[in-house]
C-alpha cells in the first residue's frame, strides 16, 4: 500500500518521534502551523475517521489518552487543539487516521 505514514511507521521515511508504542506513533508535523504541531496515528491502517467501525476504534481511546499525555509532556498547560480532518471537503491530504495536536501559543477562535 502506498501510504505516506505506513511509511513512517515502517521506518522508510524518516520522522521526529514523540511517543510510540505497539499501537501508536507520534511525531512532529513536518510543516509546522503551531510552535507545537504533532501528528498522533494508529499502526494499523486506517483511513480516516470515516473508515471506523465497532473493530477498529479501540484504538482512538488509546490515542486520547496519550493526547493528553503528549500535550502535557510538551508543557500546552494553557489549552490546545485536537484535529482530525477527513475526506474532501474536510482538506484530508493523507488518507491515514491522524489527529493534529496544535498548540503553543492562542489559537484562533474559528474552526473553519
Ligand atoms: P491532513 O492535511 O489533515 O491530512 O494532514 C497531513 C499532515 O501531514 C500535514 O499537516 C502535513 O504537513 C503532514 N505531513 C506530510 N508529510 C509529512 C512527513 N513526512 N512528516 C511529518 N508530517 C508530514
Redesign the pocket.
Known sequence: MDC?FCK?IAGE?P?TKVYEDDKILA?????P?APT?I?VIPKEHIGGVDELNAENSAVVAHIFAKIAEIAKAEGLKDGYRV???IGEHG????RHL?F?ILGGKQLGGEMV
Open positions: 505516506l513512517i521515511i520522522s511525531f512532529r508535523d513536518i510543516a502551523q504541531h501528528l484535529v482530525s480532518n482538506c484530508q491530504s493523507v491522524h493534529h
